[in-house]
């Protein structure tokens, strides 16, 4: 039995398959060297991962030189310190020593541990810049600062206690905190000690870091600056590859409450990517779609720079991820324009309440992006279709997703009107007496509709994503049983509501 | 440190790699060319995608010649016109233009945007014609025309609104429709008009198409055919590596109704698979058990052609895929033989209703495949599990799966018997005064038991899949809570029944 | 368009694509030539995948002639006469033949059907041992001759009956049992008797094997052993490379009630493994930490013997996995420290029942290990961390893992106390009147809470592991709100109680 082989899959292999490519090494500072000495031995799993980097194959300078569609650097400014080496151990972590406060004394240098998207921007300065726009940045703050959504996660990360009259929620303590919510968000770095401990290299100080370990995109680092490039930049190849596939995103974006790496690895894209990635191009920039790539990643686009074969741009690199997003449709009681600050908790809605919507679904507008804008950024992420689909195909789908919006919010609004019924009718206390909206089932049931079915449902309609999102898995199928029990619910409560009070006459 | 490295695995890893062969490509027609030339600038990914297809890089002629064993055409009368050039745009979107309801002038050709398997038919014509009693085909039909499930799905895709007697559904839109059930049932295609669009081309005259874009197995073509090849032969590419690999299946079996790549991934079969599929090939025709694939995905057993090393048939390729299956064992409210017509709305029960089974579990055998026939088609499934597996591995294998069907139906049955009590127990409208069976909570928690977790065990069991699926993931720790929430909701509502009458008596 | 290719990445891929070597084969014996020339054409899966495996191209005696470091068999005393060949067909199954029930007369060899891990103790004799100690092997024994178990299984896996004063559960068939727990668990083999079949190779006889097939890691051998290797290292390839890969635990650890493989799957590690898995060497033993992986997979940190790139060793095989684990996060009410001895039926709780702790929470100390060999256990555990992680972030995550499982079990036992007082008020029955714990919804929503959503908790926090299965996805979202509801159905029936007082008095 023979199988035609032809002689070009030869080279194509070799050339596709990875895209890990080792070149000659660049030279390494000698600083760096100190490090490695050490550390090289005391963590080989850091070192190696390291030497498999960019950053240990290519000094500032080479980076630099190439064409300038090519370039991954953006930084004007880079100390001509740094030029001729790789960029290694000391050139980051002994980065603007005096601004982190976790810089400790370590064999005669000023080390810090927790390395932040300002060091970060000596090198990579727009994508430091774009991404101070990007909501991600205000992660942490934006649910830590948030009342109402503070009232929500004190009553899932939170301790019930069970009282005569319900359900009390102690709120989480801070390492509940970081395991849970804050684990990507970010949790708030603070520097409560320092310690001496008695390590290979003999008894060393190190500074005692309250938050850490954690990437969350919205990490307070100890400089002050806010983000974290390792959520996705993976420490310490900060492979581009590892970025660009979706198993990255999906960290924090596979759980019924944003399920975007869900859908995706059941929408067609997802197919082709799963199916035929092994012969795809993800560390070449700019991306070339056709030629690197036949079906888009989550960064194709959302992220990354993409031209077409002729090299003309599809679309520009930006970090700030909502730059192609028009609509928020997850996250929040309805669907909604996207906020104009990346910092939410300025929003005011007219209940008073950090929220871009009232309860009844209308929208915060001055807080929120125009149509205007929405329908810009909508023709920015339609360039990245439109690379691979007919315009009827495009503005069909799109149709979709519009509709699929204006629908969902529709059934999150009716089940709304049912929990409002239920706090007027008192069969919930809601916010009356200093209360929660998320502390009784019916409350939960009721935030069921929107944090995650009517989430699953908008995500599938995004990307044209697996039926079954939109239906069967987490989607209409569960949103409208959610409104069926709260509709049952209420009967029983009204039931009880009346014997009460015929059972009370009777009584008397 | 050494490691011993056979030359061997050099050429080895060139063939096994991926398969992927970029060879002379064939002769383009004149006509595709002129498509070519403009859409490879307007639509790159498009191009570039059909440029790495086996369509652009062999010529008919040349596909013929092969041996019967390996041929991938079944076309008896490929025009001669065909023969001598690739496969390219024009010689599908200008086929049969005549049939084609959104054929229009375009650059002087008579293109259609829809290419539909009657087009694929051309070389393709046997797959087409088992596909054609494959019941995929009639996915659109069979959820659209059987009333009972119009029923359901409008309890699923449509709005309710809260009445004083319990919910109201109004029927979800067409984009609705199209986003939810009918994404993987298939859309029907309808030309609504023509526009006229301002391109980079100059002003153009395009056909406007309602239910665009879809995919679905059982979409409605615009020459009246039924189906759509594109749903696992992914354009432009068509490439049968990505129609093997089970995450193709994934798009629309993936969801508690139909959890068919969930189970696989987590069965022994999923693992191999997952762990050495780039050993693999997924290319080669016939598929060589044993030596291209040491482990079946879901083409294996349900379509491809299989042959031993000797080239003996295991298997003949069919596109009919319950050809294999003797039992349907997801979709409705009891597992029962597949039907022997692919149109399912002709069925009807004893009750009237389209459907297989009545509610008490009993068949509409005449609608249904004999014994007989459940016997064959088992035989011909297990010539595929003997390939690997030993008589009596197999036999225990199945009959656990009988076991199982049994098993199962008999926990419906009783979740069953529960919500007929409460319909006559008047608890639950049913379909008592034109009501519907599915659209309140203790109905849907009915429905959760057969179309959600009977479906999981049953395809837990059919694959000897991850345990978990067939109890704790969607499983028998689900259904058998079902319906202890029913029974539990039967307690609350007869009390309610009860007490009603005890206060009406009291306050007489 | 130039890409940079250096010529280094072409030995570098063929070197780390797949680790697949296919050296010149070993000699067969003449007694597995037998078997082949027959079972080629009868099972030609099993055959080519036995070829890919090191068992058909390596012999023991060469296996013992590597370094010690790279040794992969450690029987002491493995018989001459298998030294000089493969390790084929007749090697395993007819070694020990006296020993198995099932060995049957096969054209002139005694062979048996089911091959146990005493008989690849022969070779592998420490790893057989390591495994008699791992709480795995007894995953049979502990569930079937545990009486509440039993009682759990028999409300999962049994069929309800509906009676006037609740639901009845028949206990399940066998057939079932070895498709619901007894999947992974294993079964418990039996000889039930000989059939003779109608073969190829004309009429034969064959032993008939009840609860055949059956790979779960506690099955009962027909030996008197218990468990399966192969429930992990494959048929017939036994392939190093799977057994290392997740996906592999995943068949018995994907479900809600043990979420190993999702959360994996969703954590930092698993995200980089996804990304990178083609360029990683997953058959290189010892694994060298840095240089074969740069991020770890189950294996790496609950089994393998790693070192790194000095060849120092990081942590030393083990196939009793619990050698680096202190607590038990999943599986029973409370996370408990480990067992001390892997058959639990041996414990007793304070109740008298064989559980590990009370439903208060309090431990079975004398049958749970004590917290020095936990701080022992995680320090050998801690090793693999600190190959890529230093100090501050070990110390910081084992800090977390901690307080989570404090935390998690403080909720567990709010659950509790709820269901205690649903059994003391008789809305539910509970243990009374030789009741079970298990068999009222309400019962099942309080084996949610521990059951299902504190063992994601806690295993989202043992592996860093994606937010979201700490929260959204069957975490503490879903822990609170099951709470919420047995609080609010606590509040139904004492209603319903009190109205019933009330009734009754008022009818007096």
Same sequence: chains 1, 2, 3.
Avoid at 142 to 166: C, F, K, M, W
Wanted: proline content about 4%; charged content about 20%.
């Amino acid at each position: 039995m023979q199988k035609p082989i032809i002689v070009a899959s030869f080279v194509l292999v070799l050339i596709m398959s990875t895209g890990f490519v080792l070149a000659g090494d660049a030279p390494v500072s000698d600083e760096t060297q100190e490090c490695l000495d050490c550390h090289s031995l005391f963590h080989p799993g850091i070192v190696a991962d390291w030497q498999r980097s960019r950053h240990a194959r290519t000094t500032p300078k080479e980076a630099l030189s190439v064409e300038e569609d090519q370039k991954r650097l953006t930084g004007k400014q880079i100390p001509e310190g740094l030029m001729e080496n790789s960029v290694g151990c000391a050139e980051c972590h002994t980065a603007r020593s005096a601004n982190h406060k976790d810089t400790f004394e370590h064999n005669g240098y000023d080390v810090h541990v927790v390395v932040s998207p300002d060091d970060c921007a000596t090198c990579h300065a727009t994508e430091r810049e774009q991404f101070s726009e990007n909501i991600m940045s205000m992660a942490e703050k934006n649910l830590s600062e948030n009342s109402l959504y503070q009232d929500l996660q004190r009553t899932i990360l939170g301790t019930p206690h069970s009282g005569a009259d319900g359900l009390h929620f102690t709120p989480a303590n801070d390492m509940t905190r970081a395991d849970g919510c804050f684990y990507c968000h970010g949790t708030k770095l603070q520097v409560s000690g320092t310690e001496t401990r008695d390590t290979d290299a003999g008894e060393l100080d190190f500074p005692v870091i309250e938050g850490w370990p954690n990437q969350g995109v919205g990490r307070v680092n100890l400089d002050g600056s806010r983000g974290s490039c390792s959520a996705c930049h993976t420490r310490h190849r900060f492979s581009i590859e590892v970025a660009r596939k979706p198993y990255t995103c999906k960290e924090c974006h596979v759980g019924p409450d944003v399920p975007a790496f869900k859908v995706y690895s059941a929408s067609k894209h997802g197919a082709i990517f799963s199916s035929t990635q092994a012969g795809m191009n993800f560390t070449h920039v700019p991306w070339v779609i056709g030629e690197d790539i036949q079906v888009p990643t989550c960064a194709t686009c959302h992220i990354s720079k993409t031209v077409n074969a002729d090299g003309d741009v599809i679309n520009n690199r930006t970090h700030k991820v909502t730059d192609r997003l028009g609509w928020r449709i997850f996250g929040l009681i309805y669907a909604h324009p996207q906020p104009i600050s990346p910092d939410t908790t300025r929003i005011k809605n007219k209940m008073g309440l950090q929220l871009p919507t009232d309860l009844d679904g209308s929208a915060a507008t001055e807080f929120l992006i125009s149509s205007k804008e929405i329908g810009s950024r909508r023709t920015t992420m339609k360039r990245t279709c439109l690379a691979c689909h007919d315009t009827s195909w495009v503005r069909g789908h799109f149709e979709r997703l519009d509709n699929t919006i204006a629908v969902s919010n529709q059934s999150v609004r009716v089940a709304t009107q049912l929990m409002e019924s239920a706090w007027t009718n008192r069969y919930a206390q809601g916010l009356m007496g200093g209360g929660s909206l998320f502390d009784e089932y019916i409350e939960r049931r009721w935030s069921d509709t929107w944090l995650l079915y009517a989430n699953n449902i908008r995500f599938a309609s995004a990307m044209a994503g697996g039926g079954d999102y939109g239906v069967f898995e987490d989607g209409r199928y569960h949103l409208a049983k959610s409104i069926m029990e709260m509709k049952d619910w209420m009967k029983t409560r009204a039931f009880m509501q009346q014997q009460k009070k015929i059972s009370s006459e009777l009584l008397k």
